[in-house]
């Protein structure tokens, strides 16, 4: 069973970066596509970026050139640098793992952007 524990959040001001790290267990890390998902306050889950065993990523068009998503295999860990950030990245950032049909959550870490 997957089991994902993000860190990383908090409060930041408008310009400044915050680095997001998700632990994964219980699962053969390498072989799942990793990404992160942001929930802002009454919207909708929405995938911010994600990537595959073999590295490659893809990005919100919102965060392309001020966020970057890695993955250390060695670790079972990912990553999410958050530069430039702006009040409209806040929200609660989640963890996903999947692999087919298998697909799992971490419980989330708030991001808040505000001066």
């Known amino acids: 069973q997957v089991q994902l524990v993000e860190s990383g959040g908090g409060l930041v001001q408008p310009g400044g970066s915050l680095r997001l790290s998700c632990a994964a267990s219980g699962i053969i890390f390498s072989s799942y596509v990793m990404g992160w998902y942001r929930q802002a306050p009454e919207e909708q889950r929405e995938l911010v970026a994600f990537i595959t065993g073999g590295g490659l990523t893809n990005y919100e068009d919102a965060v392309k050139g001020r966020f970057t998503i890695s993955r250390d295999n060695t670790k079972n860990t990912v990553y999410l640098q958050m530069n430039s950030l702006k009040p409209e990245d806040t929200g609660v950032y989640y963890c996903?793992?999947?692999?087919?049909?298998?697909?799992?959550w971490g419980q989330g870490t708030q991001v808040t952007v505000s001066s």
């Open positions: 996903n793992a999947k692999l087919g049909s298998r697909n799992g």
